[in-house]
Structure formats: C-alpha cells, structure tokens
C-alpha cells in the first residue's frame, strides 16, 4: 500500500507536496514519531522537522515508521520554532479549539489552503505537545490555524491521528482537484511572498518606528505588538508590498537603513 501512495504521489504533483513541511513542536512519544512518519510517507509528504524533543533514532520509532524509515532519518531535528520555520512563506497552526483572531479551518479547508500556498512558496503545518499543543505564542506565528472537529465526549485527537487526518486530506484534494504532474512554481506580477524571517524582522521594524514616533511606550508594548503580529498574519505577504512597509519604518529609523533582510528573493532588493 505505501509503495502504491507513493507512485500515486509522485504522478499527482510531487512538487507542491514536496513543499508542505510538517513539523512537530517538542514530541514526547517515540511512537507517535514514527507513526507521524509513516503516515506522511503514505501521502506523499517528506519534510519532517522536530523542534527539540525525542531522538528520531529512538528505536520505538524506528519502529512504528514501517516503510518510513528512510524519512525518519532525514528528518531534522532543531533547537527553537524559529529554526523549524526558516524558508517557509505560509504557516498553518494547529488547535483543539478555534481562536478567536485567526482564521479556523477545518480539514478540507486547510488542506486547500496549504496546496494554493504551496505553489508559491515553502508551507510549515505545526503541531503542538501530545499533553496540552501549541501555546499561545507559536500559534501567532500562524497566518491561520486548522482544528478537526471530534466528538464532545472525546475531543483529543492523538498527534499521529492528526498527522495523518490533515495529510490524507492534503493528498485526496490533489488527486480530486486535479493537481497532478510536474508544477512549475509560479510567480505572480507584483512580487513573490516573503518568508517567515523576513516577516519577523519587518515586524521588528515596524515595532521600533512606532517606538520612535511616540505611538508605544512601556505601558501599550503588547498590544501594539500583537496588533501588528494579527496584520502581519492575515496572510503571506508579497515582497514588493514588504518593501513599502520597510521603506516607511526606515524612513523614521535610518538607522537601520543599512541592514537590508538577506533571505529576500533574489531581484526583490529593498532599496
């Protein structure tokens, strides 16, 4: 069954799910390590990324990742969230309840979403803790978040359970919408989607503009802070609008003129 998901994979647009990286957020459970494993190798899915947490090459999970083994041993493991996110352009949180200032998809709203943003650039689906999930500062990196409806008098889903609901969807809407063969990744006119570390440090910026122009101060840092964080999250950001927003923050701080983000596409220059 794995090596026939696989061939379906490859001949149904490789490409974009090649762009779709899980990761998890501190996992406890060397099996559910090598469950979350299998389960991405039988969609299609090859980006695993753990943020500290249980060794890949715990044998429980050697174990449980039947058929994945070669996955799990290219899976990267890292010291913070930040590091899980480097390169990727649109992230999709995961909760066990909707919030109230993201977006809440349910599965195949999410998986939708993820293909859409996957031609474009690099997606990252975090999932939180086995015990208690994502806190409330991972998922603001989130420019939305899923949540899977369960029964009430059993609301927790198992991590690999999760893992595996959201990837089997992933790869069903690109069989049924027609997602196949090799995809060119596109680029649309007004400029490509920055990445998650150029938006941290715009967000940064704006940050120390609005410190400048008497706008924050010691006592309304926070919600300043979280307001930018929500507009800055309403969805991927195209570089050229990215440039705007920096030219005004360094308009009021030349200082800062200089330090041009490095991970800009290449021909998407700030200055």
Do not use: Y
């Amino acid at each position: 069954m794995l090596a026939d998901a696989r061939a379906i994979a490859h001949n149904a647009g490789v490409d974009l799910l090649s762009r779709i990286r899980i990761v998890l957020v501190e996992p406890q459970g060397p099996l559910n390590v090598g469950s979350v494993a299998r389960a991405m190798a039988n969609f299609g899915l090859r980006d695993l990324v753990l943020v500290k947490g249980v060794s890949t090459a715990h044998p429980q999970a050697k174990d449980m990742a039947s058929g994945a083994q070669e996955l799990l041993a290219s899976a990267r493991q890292v010291p913070d969230l930040e590091s899980a996110l480097a390169g990727c352009t649109f992230v999709l949180g995961t909760t066990g309840k909707p919030r109230q200032r993201l977006p809440t998809l349910r599965p195949p709203e999410a998986a939708e979403r993820v293909l859409d943003e996957a031609v474009t650039g690099q997606v990252a689906i975090i999932f939180g803790r086995e015990d208690h999930g994502l806190t409330g500062d991972e998922l603001r990196v989130a420019h939305a978040v899923m949540a899977i409806p369960t029964a009430p008098e059993c609301r927790s889903l198992n991590l690999a359970q999760a893992t595996l609901l959201l990837a089997w969807e992933i790869f069903d809407t690109a069989l049924r919408t027609g997602r196949t063969g090799r995809m060119q990744v596109s680029h649309s006119e007004t400029g490509r989607c920055i990445d998650h570390e150029v938006r941290v440090r715009l967000q940064e910026e704006l940050l120390l503009m609005m410190r400048t122009v008497g706008i924050t101060n010691d006592g309304n840092v926070l919600p300043v802070t979280r307001s930018i964080e929500r507009i800055l999250a309403l969805g991927p950001m195209q570089t050229r609008d990215a440039r705007l927003l920096f030219s005004l923050a360094r308009r009021i701080n030349p200082g800062v003129a200089g330090a041009e983000p490095t991970t800009l596409p290449e021909g998407d220059s700030l200055d």
